[in-house]
């Protein structure tokens, strides 16, 4: 087991080394440099900016060194918090990073904390008793959900939620600091996807383990059938789906960005598309790093998780 | 007929069976899986119930505990159970039956294990729901219960998970579950067929005193003839979901009187015949599909002493045979038919084996990182001769064939094919002519074949591939001329393998082998998946083949029966090394080497007049990735000399030309080995 | 020996296998409908009859499907619904349609009759027909996310059966490439290429790759890898064949059925992507009609409920394609388990 989890980590260095250089190489080019020039020079656009006036800023920035020198500067900025100023806004990116992926952070531990029991206990009913009439009206909803775009949920929502029922504002921008009211709308726009997808991920486990063998040989044993559900089946089809919930910290910074545009959150995902529409490398490269960071964690815990949760791989 | 109010006495039945008929209902329709089906078993006695695949008897044991699935429902007849009738209980009382009255064991222990909680908790949950006891004392009962099936080290089981137990370990847990709550009855579903043929021999050993110590009665189900005769009282014999003929099983034996149980019969090789003295008969035709029952008789269409108009009408009854015993049989002409006849004579196989070597091992040795798979084979094959290597899994046999057919490469030692070094050499880097002289059959008929082509496609592939033939037309007829060979009709060239039946296609796989007149055929376990009627027609085939085109068969297999029936020479091998090797009669007859006398107690006699010495094999095969020093069979032998088996590597002890024996043992002490088997009339103190 | 050649030179082949035909018919509606939306300049004045071969062959598709698949409600469903949306795609430039990107009566509520003008679903803020846009939509989205989809496939599937057969280093380094592709989350790698590479359609087709890529490679390494230890693949070994001969001969064919489930899903998967790229203004750029732009154009305005349906028509459009795969590869799925 040790073996295997050390493998893993050092994998898992080796990826985080890669996409750093792959990054760095990305934003180390010509056309980046000179906006960053730019900015930093308080010129109005590469056009105006003389070639010697650049070629001075390239060495006051260290840039004429090699490139393996370049990015181990580069990275030992990195290490050390320092991922540059956002052009656009003229901040340390580490301080808008900071802002942004708390607000995120919240959205995020709503989702989960609704998200875990809600879609387990829907994949394990509908599981357990595969084609019964609860396991049609679960799957069935359930690839509906997962069906509908998150563009389309959000729009959907907003109709019926806020110009409907004006239960909820239609934007979440919570200028007026922190509302949960506001925070309803982009929560529900993931959550449906979200569930949904973990419905049919426990459902499908489930019922696989249900039909196994050693499910029979409990039944057969003449043990109480909530007792070989709670003791022999959840223990085996659960492993999946914990996994895969580790995993979906990947899948939420990609569901961000779109939620977070539509209601105006002001979150890692807005943040990212902001940064985008404005061309702001270093903030497009710091939020990439860190995304990549969080995704490389999460896959790393999940596939722990899975050794840990799995005797066969746990005791060999 | 009421039974509700019957008295429990001591003749009440512990489970009667009465018209019992269960149906599968699936797209096409229902298909009838058992058909009026009747069972007595008395307290304490064991019934065995045989047939090949399809045939209904694990649906029978199904039924019984009443787990036929959504699909599957008992359209008729009753099940009683000490006088009860099992189909009226409801879901509660059904529980209490379940596990407490009756247990079950099954065919493949390691799935049926929760592979996420260890051994002593899925043990002691028995006796605390049957029961109700305390933990402490259910923990007590299971410790106790595991050193009851003979395993060692029982506080170490106990915390085990599944995955970390050899097979026949965990089929013991399997076996110690079921008996924990004292059950009246046992079903065993094919227990031992995942399991190699000495842990078998271990298993049937122990089910055998559990029925003489518990007084628990069974229901052994088996396709396998020779277990049946030695752990069951009475037993039935299943033909697609019918009865054919039930009795006492010496009675059974001695006057088979059903058609398809003398089939059955034929077609096993027995460890007292080769191909030369006894050949083996198959039975002609194959099973009927799933819900296509033949009208009268279902075995009617591949029997022989078919008559059309009587065998063909209406429903066939048990008829008696034996009336004390209660032997009947299911066939109208059960009076006319000559059962005495012996089936015609056989034309005489001579063996031409010349004596030129084709292919030569020496000191081939190959190892996977730790493990060492092949240790220092060494061994001839001359031309024509068909050699066996045998053994359990893990014995590097299929290890050894992989190598030579270049899909990997020896660490080191020499393997030849007419002088050419093969032991290095990938298959990709080989000649087309040493690759056209080296073809090979699988295992698996569901593998064997590429399930996207056509039947013709892929032999045709090998006929061009081999540059056999190049024009399209004579490739094509090339292929009819080989299904022709191999006996199948010519349309099964546009078929794909899913339409084709287990011996279709392995027949396919053999034609496809024998395709480029190849000099060598390496067969690894043709026959082992497939059904016992099949398998005849299948080794016969091979013979054939082999006799026809002169070529040299090297089989791999497990089976002694089916060695000891086609092999020249055989190889017997133990955790990657040869243990004994000479000819066939030889190895099967005193001097034996002890692993190879193990091997053949093990197997399961079907012959009622062999009589067999019992040599059970203590402990567990050691694993592979770490070997015992000296001799690799000393942690299992029971003449083990120590402080020399267990240090030294054994010599090679040669007694007739070529016949080798690798151990330890003095010259004399070999040479006075009684023989494993022996004729009924011979001796008493034999068992049966 | 000669009587039998005869015998075989009289066995006709049949023309075409079913699969075959299939291939066929898919590239009779998938080439025109290329063509027709990514060069439609070059067309010239070919353009407005290129489609129309295109049309039987969905019907045909159509009907093979719903006959091959009639066992499982759900797959016909699925099926139904993405036909009708490719029949859309193929037929929408002879419908009698408003045109989509004029601008003539700014916001009329669906079923309004102005100008003499029926708008059905009524019109956008900028006064264009939304039932004629909503048609005209499926079109960019069906064929950019068909085109990338196969792109990712034909990659994915290249390097999976690498990985997967050949194993050792090929297999290290395939891995490893698919594991420095997958650490990126979907968005944010959307939108580092687009931002590197600049927006148009082609880097679409790149994204997509990109991302999807790794995961089917993946899943066809996985399939490979059980495949390979089967006995046929040994037995094609035996007789010498060569590797690409074996993962493309022997391999490929017989793990399509998992992957016919997936390339459904994953068909969705890129609707989803595409969608969501042209609405956060970074995918195909406007004005040409699109279900993601539509709804992003809406956005803003539809703040009234009466305005709503703005929203309402492109969301249901986009959801009911996404369906259409979602259901296929479910009902794909169900009855490939029951045999």
Same mark, same amino acid.
């Given at each position: 087991?040790?073996?295997?989890?050390?493998?893993?980590? %050092?994998?898992?260095?080796?990826?985080?080394?890669?996409?750093?250089?792959?990054?760095?190489?990305?934003?180390?080019?010509?056309?980046?440099?000179?906006?960053?020039?730019?900015?930093?020079?308080?010129?109005?656009?590469?056009?105006?900016?003389?070639?010697?006036?650049?070629?001075?800023?390239?060495?006051?920035?260290?840039?004429?060194?090699?490139?393996?020198?370049?990015?181990?500067?580069?990275?030992?900025?990195?290490?050390?918090?320092?991922?540059?100023?956002?052009?656009?806004?003229?901040?340390?990116?580490?301080?808008?990073?900071?802002?942004?992926?708390?607000?995120?952070?919240?959205?995020?531990?709503?989702?989960?904390?609704?998200?875990?029991?809600?879609?387990?206990?829907?994949?394990?009913?509908?599981?357990?008793?595969?084609?019964?009439?609860?396991?049609?009206?679960?799957?069935? %909803?359930?690839?509906?959900?997962?069906?509908?775009?998150?563009?389309?949920?959000?729009?959907?929502?907003?109709?019926?939620?806020?110009?409907?029922?004006?239960?909820?504002?239609?934007?979440?921008?919570?200028?007026?600091?922190?509302?949960?009211?506001?925070?309803?709308?982009?929560?529900?726009?993931?959550?449906?996807?979200?569930?949904?997808?973990?419905?049919?991920?426990?459902?499908?486990?489930?019922?696989?383990?249900?039909?196994?063998?050693?499910?029979?040989?409990?039944?057969?044993?003449?043990?109480?059938?909530?007792?070989?559900?709670?003791?022999?089946?959840?223990?085996?089809?659960?492993?999946?789906?914990?996994?895969?919930?580790?995993?979906?910290?990947?899948?939420?910074?990609?569901?961000?960005?779109?939620?977070?545009?539509?209601?105006?959150?002001?979150?890692?995902?807005?943040?990212?598309?902001?940064?985008?529409?404005?061309?702001?490398?270093?903030?497009?490269?710091?939020?990439?790093?860190?995304?990549?960071?969080?995704?490389?964690?999460?896959?790393?815990?999940?596939?722990?998780?899975?050794?840990?949760?799995?005797?066969?791989?746990?005791?060999? | 007929?009421?039974?509700?109010?019957?008295?429990?006495?001591?003749?009440?039945?512990?489970?009667?069976?009465?018209?019992?008929?269960?149906?599968?209902?699936?797209?096409?329709?229902?298909?009838?899986?058992?058909?009026?089906?009747?069972?007595?078993?008395?307290?304490?006695?064991?019934?065995?119930?045989?047939?090949?695949?399809?045939?209904?008897?694990?649906?029978?044991?199904?039924?019984?505990?009443?787990?036929?699935?959504?699909?599957?429902?008992?359209?008729?007849?009753?099940?009683?159970?000490?006088?009860?009738?099992?189909?009226?209980?409801?879901?509660?009382?059904?529980?209490?039956?379940?596990?407490?009255?009756?247990?079950?064991?099954?065919?493949?222990?390691?799935?049926?294990?929760?592979?996420?909680?260890? %051994?002593?908790?899925?043990?002691?949950?028995?006796?605390?729901?049957?029961?109700?006891?305390?933990?402490?004392?259910?923990?007590?009962?299971?410790?106790?219960?595991?050193?009851?099936?003979?395993?060692?080290?029982?506080?170490?089981?106990?915390?085990?998970?599944?995955?970390?137990?050899?097979?026949?370990?965990?089929?013991?847990?399997?076996?110690?579950?079921?008996?924990?709550?004292?059950?009246?009855?046992?079903?065993?579903?094919?227990?031992?067929?995942?399991?190699?043929?000495?842990?078998?021999?271990?298993?049937?050993?122990?089910?055998?005193?559990?029925?003489?110590?518990?007084?628990?009665?069974?229901?052994?189900?088996?396709?396998?003839?020779?277990?049946?005769?030695?752990?069951?009282?009475?037993?039935?014999?299943?033909?697609?979901?019918?009865?054919?003929?039930?009795?006492?099983?010496?009675?059974?034996?001695?006057?088979?009187?059903?058609?398809?149980?003398?089939?059955?019969?034929?077609?096993?090789?027995?460890?007292?015949?080769?191909?030369?003295?006894?050949?083996?008969?198959?039975?002609?035709?194959?099973?009927?599909?799933?819900?296509?029952?033949?009208?009268?008789?279902?075995?009617?269409?591949?029997?022989?002493?078919?008559?059309?108009?009587?065998?063909?009408?209406?429903?066939?009854?048990?008829?008696?045979?034996?009336?004390? /015993?209660?032997?009947?049989?299911?066939?109208?002409?059960?009076?006319?038919?000559?059962?005495?006849?012996?089936?015609?004579?056989?034309?005489?196989?001579?063996?031409?084996?010349?004596?030129?070597?084709?292919?030569?091992?020496?000191?081939?040795?190959?190892?996977?990182?730790?493990?060492?798979?092949?240790?220092?084979?060494?061994?001839?094959?001359?031309?024509?001769?068909?050699?066996?290597?045998?053994?359990?899994?893990?014995?590097?046999?299929? /290890?050894?064939?992989?190598?030579?057919?270049?899909?990997?490469?020896?660490?080191?030692?020499?393997?030849?094919?007419?002088?050419?070094?093969?032991?290095?050499?990938?298959?990709?880097?080989?000649?087309?002519?040493?690759?056209?002289?080296?073809?090979?059959?699988?295992?698996?008929?569901?593998?064997?074949?590429?399930?996207?082509?056509?039947?013709?496609?892929?032999?045709?592939?090998?006929?061009?591939?081999?540059?056999?033939?190049?024009?399209?037309?004579?490739?094509?007829?090339?292929?009819?001329?080989?299904?022709?060979?191999?006996?199948?009709?010519?349309?099964?060239?546009?078929?794909?393998?899913?339409?084709?039946?287990?011996?279709?296609?392995?027949?396919?796989?053999?034609?496809?082998?024998?395709?480029?007149?190849?000099?060598?055929?390496?067969?690894?376990?043709?026959?082992?998946?497939?059904?016992?009627?099949?398998?005849?027609?299948?080794?016969?085939?091979?013979?054939?083949?082999?006799?026809?085109?002169?070529?040299?068969?090297?089989?791999?297999?497990?089976?002694?029966?089916?060695?000891?029936?086609?092999?020249?020479?055989?190889?017997?091998?133990?955790?990657?090394?040869?243990?004994?090797?000479?000819?066939?009669?030889?190895?099967?007859?005193?001097?034996?080497?002890?692993? /190879?006398?193990?091997?053949?107690?093990?197997?399961?006699?079907?012959?009622?007049?062999?009589?067999?010495?019992?040599?059970?094999?203590? @402990?567990?095969?050691?694993?592979?990735?770490?070997?015992?020093?000296?001799?690799?069979?000393?942690?299992?032998?029971?003449?083990?000399?120590?402080?020399?088996?267990?240090?030294?590597?054994?010599?090679?002890?040669?007694?007739?030309?070529?016949?080798?024996?690798?151990?330890?043992?003095?010259?004399?002490?070999?040479?006075?080995?009684?023989?494993?088997?022996?004729?009924?009339?011979?001796?008493?103190?034999?068992?049966? | 020996?000669?009587?039998?050649?005869?015998?075989?030179?009289?066995?006709?082949?049949?023309?075409?296998?079913?699969?075959?035909?299939?291939?066929?018919?898919?590239?009779?509606?998938?080439?025109?409908?290329?063509?027709?939306?990514?060069?439609?300049?070059?067309?010239?004045?070919?353009?407005?009859?290129?489609?129309?071969?295109?049309?039987?062959?969905?019907?045909?598709?159509?009907?093979?499907?719903?006959?091959?698949?009639?066992?499982?409600?759900?797959?016909?469903?699925?099926?139904?619904?993405?036909?009708?949306?490719?029949?859309?795609?193929?037929?929408?430039?002879?419908?009698?349609?408003?045109?989509?990107?004029?601008?003539?009566?700014?916001?009329?509520?669906?079923?309004?009759?102005?100008?003499?003008?029926?708008?059905?679903?009524?019109?956008?803020?900028?006064?264009?027909?939304?039932?004629?846009?909503?048609?005209? @939509?499926?079109?960019?989205?069906?064929?950019?996310?068909?085109?990338?989809?196969?792109?990712?496939?034909?990659?994915?599937?290249?390097?999976?059966?690498?990985?997967?057969?050949?194993?050792?280093?090929?297999?290290?380094?395939? /891995?490893?490439?698919?594991?420095?592709?997958?650490?990126?989350?979907?968005?944010?790698?959307?939108?580092?290429?687009?931002?590197?590479?600049?927006?148009?359609?082609?880097?679409?087709?790149?994204?997509?790759?990109?991302?999807?890529?790794?995961?089917?490679?993946?899943?066809?390494?996985?399939?490979?890898?059980?495949?390979?230890?089967?006995?046929?693949?040994?037995?094609?070994?035996?007789?010498?064949?060569?590797?690409?001969?074996?993962?493309?001969?022997?391999?490929?064919?017989?793990?399509?059925?998992?992957?016919?489930?997936?390339?459904?899903?994953?068909?969705?998967?890129?609707?989803?992507?595409?969608?969501?790229?042209?609405?956060?203004?970074?995918?195909?750029?406007?004005?040409?009609?699109?279900?993601?732009?539509?709804?992003?154009?809406?956005?803003?305005?539809?703040?009234?409920?009466?305005?709503?349906?703005?929203?309402?028509?492109?969301?249901?459009?986009?959801?009911?394609?996404?369906?259409?795969?979602?259901?296929?590869?479910?009902?794909?799925?169900?009855?490939?388990?029951?045999?």
């Amino acid at each position: 087991m040790r073996h295997l989890v050390i493998r893993r980590v %050092i994998q898992t260095l080796l990826i985080m080394l890669t996409v750093s250089a792959l990054l760095f190489a990305v934003f180390d080019s010509d056309q980046f440099r000179k906006k960053i020039a730019v900015a930093e020079l308080g010129n109005f656009g590469a056009a105006t900016l003389s070639d010697s006036d650049y070629q001075a800023w390239i060495v006051s920035k260290g840039l004429d060194q090699s490139f393996p020198a370049r990015y181990v500067t580069w990275l030992n900025h990195v290490v050390h918090g320092d991922l540059g100023v956002s052009i656009e806004k003229d901040v340390a990116v580490s301080t808008l990073l900071k802002e942004s992926l708390s607000s995120t952070a919240v959205l995020a531990f709503y989702v989960f904390l609704i998200m875990i029991p809600v879609s387990l206990m829907l994949g394990v009913l509908a599981g357990m008793k595969e084609g019964s009439i609860l396991d049609r009206v679960i799957s069935v %909803i359930a690839v509906f959900t997962t069906s509908i775009p998150q563009i389309a949920t959000a729009a959907l929502l907003t109709v019926v939620l806020a110009l409907g029922l004006r239960w909820v504002p239609t934007k979440s921008a919570m200028i007026d600091g922190f509302s949960f009211r506001e925070l309803l709308l982009p929560l529900l726009t993931i959550l449906i996807y979200e569930i949904g997808y973990l419905v049919r991920m426990t459902r499908s486990a489930m019922a696989d383990v249900m039909s196994s063998q050693y499910i029979r040989t409990a039944l057969l044993k003449g043990l109480p059938y909530r007792q070989v559900v709670l003791k022999h089946a959840l223990r085996n089809a659960l492993v999946v789906p914990v996994t895969l919930i580790l995993l979906e910290l990947t899948g939420l910074l990609s569901q961000v960005v779109v939620v977070e545009v539509f209601f105006q959150y002001h979150g890692f995902g807005r943040m990212l598309f902001d940064a985008a529409n404005f061309g702001d490398i270093q903030v497009i490269q710091a939020a990439t790093l860190v995304a990549v960071c969080v995704a490389v964690a999460s896959q790393l815990l999940s596939d722990i998780a899975y050794v840990l949760l799995n005797p066969r791989l746990r005791v060999a | 007929m009421s039974v509700t109010f019957r008295s429990r006495s001591d003749d009440t039945p512990i489970l009667e069976c009465r018209n019992l008929s269960v149906t599968y209902s699936g797209r096409r329709g229902d298909v009838p899986a058992v058909v009026d089906f009747n069972l007595t078993l008395m307290r304490g006695e064991a019934h065995g119930l045989v047939g090949e695949s399809g045939c209904g008897k694990s649906t029978i044991a199904l039924a019984i505990m009443r787990y036929l699935g959504v699909s599957g429902r008992i359209t008729g007849g009753q099940i009683l159970f000490q006088g009860r009738d099992l189909l009226s209980l409801d879901a509660a009382e059904l529980r209490q039956v379940r596990g407490a009255d009756i247990a079950m064991i099954y065919q493949e222990p390691m799935a049926s294990l929760n592979p996420s909680l260890t %051994i002593g908790e899925q043990l002691i949950e028995v006796p605390m729901c049957h029961e109700a006891v305390s933990r402490r004392e259910a923990t007590k009962r299971a410790r106790a219960m595991l050193e009851r099936v003979r395993l060692a080290d029982g506080d170490r089981m106990m915390r085990s998970y599944p995955h970390q137990l050899s097979g026949g370990q965990q089929q013991r847990i399997v076996i110690a579950m079921a008996l924990l709550s004292h059950p009246k009855l046992l079903l065993l579903d094919e227990p031992t067929t995942a399991l190699d043929v000495t842990v078998e021999a271990g298993i049937v050993d122990l089910i055998r005193d559990i029925s003489a110590e518990f007084g628990t009665s069974m229901l052994y189900i088996s396709h396998n003839l020779g277990l049946v005769r030695e752990t069951c009282d009475r037993m039935t014999v299943m033909y697609c979901g019918q009865p054919v003929e039930v009795g006492r099983v010496q009675s059974v034996f001695s006057r088979m009187r059903h058609p398809y149980t003398r089939g059955l019969f034929a077609a096993i090789p027995s460890l007292g015949a080769d191909k030369n003295t006894r050949p083996l008969t198959a039975i002609a035709g194959q099973l009927p599909a799933p819900g296509e029952r033949p009208a009268g008789c279902a075995f009617g269409p591949r029997c022989a002493s078919f008559v059309a108009g009587r065998c063909d009408q209406g429903t066939i009854p048990l008829a008696k045979v034996d009336a004390l /015993t209660g032997h009947v049989s299911r066939c109208v002409r059960v009076d006319e038919i000559d059962w005495l006849a012996e089936p015609p004579p056989r034309e005489q196989r001579s063996t031409d084996v010349l004596s030129e070597s084709v292919v030569s091992v020496s000191a081939l040795t190959k190892r996977y990182q730790q493990v060492s798979a092949n240790d220092g084979l060494s061994f001839e094959v001359n031309r024509g001769e068909t050699v066996a290597l045998v053994g359990e899994s893990g014995c590097g046999k299929s /290890t050894f064939a992989r190598i030579l057919m270049g899909l990997v490469q020896a660490t080191s030692g020499s393997v030849t094919l007419s002088r050419v070094e093969l032991s290095q050499l990938p298959v990709t880097k080989r000649s087309m002519k040493t690759i056209r002289s080296l073809q090979m059959i699988f295992q698996n008929p569901f593998d064997t074949l590429n399930p996207s082509h056509t039947i013709g496609a892929q032999i045709a592939r090998v006929i061009r591939r081999l540059g056999i033939e190049r024009d399209e037309a004579r490739i094509r007829a090339r292929v009819l001329e080989l299904l022709d060979l191999v006996k199948l009709p010519r349309q099964f060239a546009d078929r794909r393998p899913r339409q084709l039946s287990g011996g279709q296609k392995q027949r396919v796989g053999i034609a496809r082998a024998f395709a480029g007149k190849p000099a060598v055929v390496v067969a690894d376990e043709p026959v082992s998946a497939l059904d016992v009627s099949v398998q005849a027609a299948i080794t016969e085939l091979l013979i054939d083949m082999q006799r026809r085109e002169g070529t040299t068969l090297l089989f791999i297999s497990h089976d002694l029966s089916v060695v000891r029936y086609l092999a020249d020479r055989v190889v017997v091998m133990y955790l990657g090394q040869i243990m004994e090797q000479g000819r066939t009669q030889e190895v099967f007859a005193p001097p034996y080497h002890p692993y /190879t006398e193990a091997l053949l107690a093990a197997v399961p006699v079907a012959d009622q007049n062999m009589l067999k010495r019992k040599v059970l094999l203590g @402990g567990e095969m050691p694993s592979a990735s770490q070997p015992p020093p000296g001799c690799r069979f000393s942690t299992r032998c029971s003449y083990r000399i120590s402080g020399v088996c267990d240090v030294l590597a054994p010599p090679n002890q040669e007694f007739a030309s070529g016949h080798r024996i690798a151990c330890h043992l003095p010259r004399e002490h070999l040479l006075a080995m009684q023989p494993v088997f022996r004729e009924a009339s011979q001796k008493t103190d034999y068992v049966s | 020996m000669n009587a039998l050649i005869q015998q075989t030179r009289e066995h006709r082949r049949s023309w075409m296998t079913p699969a075959q035909l299939i291939g066929a018919l898919l590239l009779i509606v998938w080439v025109p409908l290329m063509a027709y939306v990514m060069f439609h300049q070059a067309l010239g004045i070919a353009a407005p009859y290129v489609l129309l071969p295109s049309v039987p062959a969905v019907l045909a598709l159509y009907v093979m499907a719903i006959y091959h698949w009639r066992e499982s409600w759900v797959a016909v469903l699925g099926v139904t619904l993405v036909c009708f949306w490719l029949l859309v795609a193929v037929t929408v430039p002879y419908l009698p349609l408003l045109d989509p990107n004029k601008p003539l009566v700014p916001l009329a509520l669906p079923g309004a009759l102005k100008h003499g003008m029926s708008f059905m679903l009524g019109s956008d803020m900028r006064g264009r027909d939304v039932l004629s846009r909503t048609l005209w @939509g499926c079109q960019r989205v069906l064929v950019w996310g068909i085109t990338a989809t196969s792109v990712a496939y034909v990659v994915g599937v290249g390097l999976g059966l690498i990985g997967g057969y050949l194993s050792g280093w090929w297999d290290e380094a395939v /891995t490893f490439v698919g594991n420095v592709l997958l650490s990126f989350p979907v968005m944010v790698l959307f939108i580092l290429v687009l931002n590197v590479l600049g927006q148009s359609g082609f880097n679409i087709i790149i994204a997509v790759t990109f991302s999807s890529a790794p995961i089917i490679m993946r899943i066809v390494r996985g399939l490979a890898m059980q495949e390979k230890s089967r006995d046929y693949i040994q037995a094609a070994q035996t007789r010498g064949e060569s590797a690409l001969w074996i993962m493309v001969m022997e391999l490929l064919p017989n793990i399509r059925g998992p992957l016919i489930v997936d390339a459904c899903l994953r068909l969705g998967y890129t609707t989803v992507a595409i969608t969501t790229l042209t609405f956060l203004g970074l995918g195909l750029q406007p004005p040409d009609p699109d279900w993601g732009l539509m709804i992003k154009e809406a956005a803003p305005v539809a703040l009234l409920w009466k305005y709503s349906y703005m929203l309402l028509v492109p969301s249901l459009a986009v959801t009911s394609l996404i369906l259409g795969f979602n259901l296929t590869a479910d009902g794909l799925r169900e009855m490939s388990q029951r045999d």
